[in-house]
Every structure is written in structure tokens, then in C-alpha cells.
């Protein structure tokens, strides 16, 4: 397997911006209330847990995926913003899109739900796989 230069601080801003729209995309004004129904939560349910464990668990999640995606885009060759949104595209389809789908038909989760939590996935790694294309 070809080394790969992996730069932290593309991997870290792209963990970041997981973070931020994450933080836009489950607000109250965007899909949060929708979500919140459609997984059969409410409000007392969501307020037991900790919120900085989530965090924290969230950024460790979402730096491990921007690392992996950052070895996924130096394999790829990716170096241009369409090349970074097609890497980011093709992980999300191949590795999360696909593979959770599995959740609706044997969880008997909601294609809401799905639908919801897909899109944020989708964008994250496109923005990810543009940051990690373009900053070497």
C-alpha cells in the first residue's frame, strides 16, 4: 500500500466542520423536533443524557472518519474540489448510505429517520472529502 501524507490540521478542521453542521442540521429550527419524533424521543428522555460525553464521543467519531477519509483521498489521488466531493460521495454511499439501510428494514426504523441522519452524513463527508482534496 503507497504511504500516505496525511495532514492533521486538514483532518482536524474537517472534524470540525462534521461538528458544525451536525450542530446546525439536529438544531430545533432545522431537524431536530422531526427527528426528535420520528425516534419516538422526547425532550426528558434527551436531557438524561450528557451532553459533553455526546460531544466528546461525536468528536472522536468524527475524527476518526475524517482520518480515514483523508487515506481514502490520497489513495484516490483526489486534488481537485469535484474530486473531493466524488471521494466523499462514494464513502458515504458504499460505507454508510448503503450499509444503514439494513436499520429500516430489520430495526423498523422510519426512512425519516434515515432521510435525517443520511443527509447530515452525506454532507459532512462531502465538505470533509472537498477540505481533504484541496488542502494537502
Not at 60 to 77: D, E, M, N, P
Not at 83 to 106: D, K, N
Amino acid at each position: 500500500m503507497p504511504q500516505i501524507d496525511i495532514n492533521v490540521w486538514a483532518v482536524l478542521l474537517s472534524t470540525v466542520i462534521f461538528m458544525v453542521i451536525g450542530s446546525v442540521w439536529y438544531s430545533p429550527k432545522v431537524f431536530y423536533n422531526t427527528w426528535i419524533k420520528a425516534n419516538g424521543l422526547d425532550e426528558e428522555k434527551i436531557k438524561t443524557g450528557s451532553p459533553m460525553k455526546s460531544m466528546g464521543g461525536m468528536f472522536v467519531g468524527a475524527f476518526i472518519t475524517s482520518y480515514i477519509l483523508a487515506h481514502v483521498v490520497g489513495y484516490a489521488q483526489a486534488n481537485t474540489f469535484v474530486e473531493g466531493l466524488q471521494t466523499g460521495f462514494w464513502m458515504w454511499l458504499g460505507f454508510i448510505g448503503a450499509v444503514t439501510i439494513s436499520e429500516v428494514l430489520f430495526a423498523q426504523r422510519s426512512w425519516k429517520v434515515w432521510g435525517i441522519t443520511n443527509g447530515y452524513n452525506l454532507i459532512a463527508l462531502l465538505c470533509a472529502g472537498v477540505i481533504l482534496a484541496l488542502w494537502k
